[in-house]
């Protein structure tokens, strides 16, 4: 049989005929606008709260069932195979992150193992030569404590011998430098890397390109390729952000971290920030980012709104603040566009000057899978990709509210009953956003929103 044959009949049976490999959507990714290279994707499954990392040149493999420990936290290609298709002798070169026993196995299009091998490798580069396979696709797994790795490879040899011996063996220095001289590897050829998924769960996909870092959220119904959009987001003390696309507007997906920090004694002036942690304790690196009082965020700009709906939600001249170059701190209204793209009731929050609460926006705005949030975590599901954290606030020489909420300030402030700024809460009570004003003297949060 030709193998231009054996390739289609293969796709055609794959799903049904080897129930080891069994996949339901595979996906690929590529990187556009400012990098087209996509070095690494985070893969966040949070229906069932599991993650993995993998190259950006790999191909997700998303499987109804798969084999034991089935998917990698390598984050690199961790196998190549070459040459590939391969005339009688391929070479198998490994990747080792850790000291011990691997397996290497090796299938037929029909999920029979042809042959099984035990290695034992240390933290170091092992390459393998595999002889004697005949003509056709075959699979290759590699699997450890640690990982899984499956592959493809197409042999293209015709043995007269049917009882040829297949073997798979270390190779010597010697002969990995002539394998090396003189065979191209195949760098552009996709690894495969299985993750367990069942239909309809929600995953977080974040592309990272250098200092750029993108979040995609997908719940796969085909095999399909991810672009990935990398925009640049950085502040002027040259912290990266992740940033995520919620309806027509490109939102940080990280609280700003932009300034010095200062212990919450001293005040805080031009260029600072007062950081704690989950637990309510100073802490100098930051980990929930920076908690600023609004002037200093504003940077004594003048307030701003819009005037509604899109585009009128924003300001006529926005506010960059402590926001990266080419980002600006929010309006009232864009965070009002915010919310009603988060929720299932897109009307809940009207395009007005008035306190209120939406219905379930805050729940999709919430990051889950953690133990930040304080139980319940009521209705959160980031579905969004915004990944909201419980930042908490000060207030008078205090962290108030770690592991609770978070306010989120705007660039709005208007006459009610003082001249308060307008700011955005989330709470691990309730599954809602809710809107307020507060004295402009408290430390809150900031996600900047692109201009």
């Not at 984050?75 to 002798?89: E, F, L, R, W």
């Not at 504003?298 to 701003?304: A, G």
């Not at 000060?394 to 402030?413: K, P, R």
């Not at 709470?427 to 408290?442: A, H, I, L, M, T």
Request: glycine share 8%; hydrophobic share 30%.
């Amino acid at each position: 049989m030709k193998i231009s044959k054996l390739l289609i009949t293969t796709f055609m049976v794959f799903a049904g005929v080897i129930p080891y490999f069994a996949q339901n959507y595979q996906i690929s990714f590529n990187g556009t606008g400012a990098s087209t290279v996509v070095e690494s994707v985070k893969v966040e499954n949070l229906t069932q709260c599991n993650e993995l990392t993998i190259s950006g040149s790999d191909i997700l493999n998303l499987c109804s069932s798969v084999g034991i420990n089935d998917y990698t936290s390598e984050t690199i290609n961790p196998v190549q195979i070459y040459p590939n298709p391969a005339d009688g002798k391929c070479f198998i070169e490994l990747i080792s992150s850790l000291c011990g026993k691997i397996t290497i196995s090796i299938y037929d299009i029909s999920g029979k193992s042809i042959i099984y091998s035990e290695q034992f490798v240390s933290r170091d580069n092992h390459t393998f030569s595999l002889n004697g396979l005949g003509n056709g696709l075959f699979f290759i797994k590699i699997e450890s404590e640690n990982y899984s790795y499956t592959t493809k490879l197409i042999s293209n040899y015709v043995s007269k011998n049917k009882t040829r011996a297949i073997t798979i063996e270390p190779v010597s220095d010697t002969e990995k430098s002539f394998a090396e001289t003189n065979y191209i590897k195949n760098k552009s050829s996709k690894a495969i890397v299985n993750m367990q998924y069942n239909d309809g769960d929600l995953l977080k996909l974040t592309g990272k390109s250098g200092i750029y870092s993108t979040v995609y959220m997908l719940t796969p119904t085909e095999s399909q390729t991810v672009t990935f959009t990398f925009i640049p987001c950085t502040d002027a003390n040259g912290n990266n952000y992740s940033v995520v696309k919620i309806g027509d507007q490109w939102w940080m997906a990280e609280n700003l971290n932009a300034g010095t920090y200062v212990p919450i004694a001293t005040t805080q002036v031009a260029g600072t920030k007062f950081c704690m942690n989950i637990n309510g304790v100073e802490d100098p690196t930051c980990p929930m980012g920076g908690l600023y009082e609004w002037n200093i965020l504003m940077q004594e700009s003048t307030p701003c709104n819009g005037t509604g709906a899109p585009p009128n939600d924003r300001c006529s001249n926005p506010v960059k603040g402590l926001c990266p170059t080419g980002w600006h701190i929010p309006s009232h209204y864009e965070w009002t566009t915010l919310a009603r793209n988060s929720g299932t009731d897109f009307g809940a929050l009207d395009y007005n000057s008035t306190l209120g609460v939406g219905v379930d926006e805050g729940g999709n705005l919430k990051m889950n899978c953690t133990t930040m949030w304080w139980d319940p975590n009521e209705g959160a599901t980031n579905s969004t990709g915004f990944s909201g954290i419980p930042g908490g606030d000060t207030w008078d020489g205090v962290f108030e509210d770690f592991g609770q909420s978070s306010y989120f300030w705007t660039s709005s402030a208007i006459f009610t009953y003082t001249y308060n700024p307008w700011v955005y809460a989330l709470n691990y009570s309730v599954p809602f956003v809710g809107r307020s004003q507060y004295f402009k003297e408290n430390g809150f949060s900031c996600r900047c929103i692109k201009d």
